[in-house]
């Protein structure tokens, strides 16, 4: 029997449904023993989220500072394949994801395992992923390949309608701006994704030692968005650094340093994200083979 172990959190349900869709060729194959395993802290995490309390977390997710987790058991101490789902919160894992990956249970569990990431966001993990890669290689894990569903309302829509699901609980609030979340149709096809673990499992008992989603569209690279990530996620790592010396996750003096952090964000978003794509464009014929390397860098281990 093979076996395989998927370990998620989500907290709309999002990420579990994309899982579920992945996954339940694998849970139907007799050949195979699934199991999921949903990370939770210990204290959850609210949603909708409070405007302030969303941001509060802000500096330590940037670190992936790890918080305390409810206790998780596992049927296996070790698996053929673990199957990693995560959404991204401020360019970095989800910080239950982040803590679970820097826990006990972790280091026993990745080592010398093939992994495939699951990345259910808005549409900007690239960062994140580079961070879950470290945080892979660390634990001497083999990440074999990476598949991403982001939101459906395309990169512009997405900075107001993603922000505005998570703090009103809703995905559509306003009939101007285009539901946010990932599209029904991503999910329900993401199913090719578990058919070709599936196959792979059965088909060959070695161990997997190489990428089984090649050619499917694992991932597409947004061009545009590569820039923008490597510029916010420095400007992240200085603003983390300062809003931790500002005060404690829950004081006040935290709270107005927060205020003015959102102000520079929102600045931040509506210029040099925009500007930056622009300038993108405009360089675009000098920099085409720079992009072409970034782009295949980025889409690895699966490709586009
Ligand atoms: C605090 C927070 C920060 C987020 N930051 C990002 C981000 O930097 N990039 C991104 O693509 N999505 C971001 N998202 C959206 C999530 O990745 C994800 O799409 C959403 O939370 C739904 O996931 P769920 O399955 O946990 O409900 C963020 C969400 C939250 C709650």
Redesign the pocket.
């Known amino acids: 029997m093979r076996k395989v172990l998927a370990i998620n959190?989500?907290?709309?349900?999002?990420?579990?449904r994309?899982l579920q869709s992945i996954s339940h060729p694998i849970s139907q194959s007799e050949q195979i023993e699934f199991e999921v395993i949903h990370v939770e802290p210990a204290i959850p995490?609210p949603?909708p989220?409070p405007f302030l309390q969303?941001f509060r977390?802000?500096p330590e997710?940037v670190v992936m500072q790890p918080i305390d987790l409810k206790p998780i058991k596992t049927q296996h101490e070790q698996y053929d394949l673990i199957i990693l789902s995560y959404?991204?919160?401020?360019?970095?894992p989800?910080l239950p994801i982040a803590s679970f990956l820097q826990s006990q249970q972790a280091t026993s569990l990745f080592a010398d395992t093939p992994v495939v990431t699951v990345i259910?966001?808005?549409?900007?993990?690239l960062m994140?992923q580079e961070k879950v890669k470290a945080q892979l290689q660390q634990l001497q894990a083999k990440l074999l390949d990476n598949v991403v569903l982001?939101?459906d309302c395309g990169a512009f829509f997405?900075f107001l309608a993603?922000p505005m699901?998570?703090l009103t609980g809703n995905k559509k609030p306003l009939r101007w701006v285009p539901a946010a979340?990932?599209a029904e149709q991503d999910i329900i096809e993401s199913k090719r994704f578990g058919i070709a673990i599936k196959e792979r499992l059965e088909k060959d008992k070695t161990p997997i030692e190489q990428s089984m989603l090649r050619g499917l569209s694992a991932v597409t690279i947004n061009e545009k968005l590569i820039a923008s990530e490597k510029m916010a996620n420095h400007s992240f790592s200085i603003w983390s650094k300062i809003l931790r010396k500002i005060g404690p996750q829950q004081s006040t003096r935290r709270a107005l340093g927060l205020i003015v952090y959102v102000t520079f964000l929102l600045i931040l978003i509506l210029t040099v994200v925009p500007i930056s794509a622009l300038i993108k464009k405009l360089i675009s014929p000098f920099t085409k083979n720079k992009i072409v390397e970034q782009k295949k860098y980025y889409a690895e281990p699966s490709g586009e």
């Open positions: 959190y989500s907290q709309t349900g999002q990420l579990s994309i995490f949603f989220w969303f977390i802000f997710t959404q991204v919160w401020f360019l970095s989800s259910g966001c808005r549409g900007m993990w994140a982001s939101d997405s993603t699901w998570m979340g990932v």
